[in-house]
């Protein structure tokens, strides 16, 4: 039975149509959503192969597949959350901490300024003439404060 909607085409060519556009579009945009409409497009289909339905019963037939496959889907992400293998991935602060930074202006009275890959940055710490290497100990804000490199041992 061919419909309206769907005109010559049976209904399942179209819902796998559709199937493949949402998971196209799930590879091309960021974001974990179409794809569980991808797959409700595919169960769609899928029914509409097994048994002969009508446009509406096909709508409504994809609104629940919709809703269980993104409900699925919600489930399938809480059940499994995904751990940054850094922890300190999107903190930059943190990240320079530990870090061995070049003196560009002399630290005099507990201020002056480091150099931090291709940035400057305010500073605080003990006097420090510039030219000399220094670690990071602490962040605040913009500030980093700063301690001599521990002296190696031979």
């Known amino acids: 039975m061919m419909s309206a909607l ?7 060519i179209i819902w796998s149509v559709l199937a493949i556009i949402l998971a196209i579009a799930e590879m091309v945009l960021p974001g974990t959503f179409l794809i569980w409409l991808g ?3 595919a169960f769609t289909a899928g029914l509409s192969i097994a048994v002969p339905l009508s446009e509406p019963f096909q709508l ?4 629940i597949f919709s809703a269980l496959s993104v409900s699925g889907g919600r489930l399938w992400y ?3 959350p995904v751990e940054p293998q850094d922890p300190l991935l999107n903190d930059r602060s ?5 870090r061995h930074v070049l003196v560009i202006e002399a630290i005099e009275h507990g201020q002056g300024r480091v150099r931090v890959d291709d940035g400057s940055w305010q500073a605080t710490g003990p006097d420090t003439p510039a030219g ?3 670690v990071v100990t602490d962040v605040s804000g913009s500030t980093l404060t700063v301690s001599p490199l ?3 041992k031979s």
């Open 132 to 134: 000399t290497y220094v």
């Open 94 to 98: 943190a990240r320079m901490i530990g």
């Open 60 to 63: 409504l037939a994809f609104a």
């Open 150 to 152: 521990p002296a190696e």
């Open 78 to 80: 809480l059940a499994r």
């Open 39 to 41: 797959l409700a497009a």
């Open 6 to 12: 769907f005109g010559d085409v049976h209904p399942a």
